[in-house]
């Protein structure tokens, strides 16, 4: 029969290990949701999916295994080890989920076209890196990059384009074809399309969404327009807002194509 002093102590040694893991879990929340992954890449790009993974084993499996394992009556030598243990498992779980997220992390968000593109870092053609600009030749640590991309060069280029593309590789993941969001801006201009038209269509739930959208964008909806915001998990589900400039000014979650 498991004594009361055993369920306290165990209780205890959970709660102090909860906490710690908490505090982690926090620190890691800020780092992904807040600058890897942010609204609303964190639904396109599957940040928040990985991130409660990685909760889910670091704060709930790694104090459950030391309220299970804690005993005060073991030999020290006994219970250090196997505290050890739970946690060189939890710090391997850890790091192998922050590669993990890393992996995923949105990089760039490409204009390509007439739509715009969440790259994640695992997407991205690293060997191309070095043809890109100086300032795009290492991914980013601090959150996506908003950029445009060029246009093919001559007939021979544009084929190879099309073949890498049917591969699996679009413009946007390569940094050979990156250029300034600004030199893209006209081309967004002109296909960029009017978000009242698109309100028009919608049922009344989505119409809902876009007008809270528009008022956390603090523009008039006469004067916004939109362009799908697409990744590699999610097709149509996202759109960016932007305005007269094409300037991204918001997010609204509906199907822009």
């Known amino acids: 029969m498991i004594?009361?002093?055993r369920v306290h102590a165990a209780v205890r040694a959970f709660s102090i290990h909860f906490f710690l893991s908490l505090v982690v879990a926090l620190l890691m929340a800020f780092l992904v949701l807040g600058v890897w992954f942010p609204h609303p890449l964190r639904y396109l790009a599957g940040g928040l999916?990985?991130?409660w993974i990685l909760v889910g084993v670091d704060v709930v499996c790694g104090p459950v295994l030391t309220g299970l394992l804690y005993a005060p009556k073991k030999p020290r030598r006994e219970l250090i080890a196997d505290l050890s243990l739970i946690v060189i498992i939890q710090?391997?779980?850890l790091i192998y989920g922050i590669y993990s997220i890393a992996q995923a992390r949105p990089v760039v968000l490409v204009f390509e076209s007439d739509r715009f593109v969440s790259v994640a870092a695992a997407q991205v053609d690293v060997a191309n890196l070095p043809q890109a600009l100086p300032q795009w030749q290492s991914l980013s640590w601090g959150g996506p990059i908003l950029l445009g991309t060029r246009k093919a060069r001559d007939g021979i280029e544009t084929l190879k384009s099309i073949e890498l593309s049917l591969r699996g590789l679009e413009p946007s993941a390569r940094p050979g074809w990156w250029q300034s969001y600004d030199d893209s801006r006209p081309l967004a201009r002109q296909r960029?399309?009017?978000?009242?038209d698109l309100r028009a269509k919608q049922v009344p739930e989505v119409q809902a969404a876009i007008d809270d959208a528009v008022e956390k964008a603090g523009v008039s909806i006469?004067?916004?327009?939109y362009l799908p915001l697409v990744s590699q998990k999610f097709l149509d589900q996202w759109i960016a807002l932007l305005d007269v400039e094409a300037n991204i000014i918001g997010y609204a979650p509906v199907g822009g194509f």
Do not use: E
Not at 222 to 225: A, G, L, N, Q, S
């Open 49 to 51: 999916d990985l991130f």
């Open 91 to 93: 710090f391997g779980a």
């Open 192 to 196: 960029m399309k009017s978000l009242p």
């Open 3 to 5: 004594s009361c002093s």
């Open 222 to 225: 006469d004067r916004i327009y």
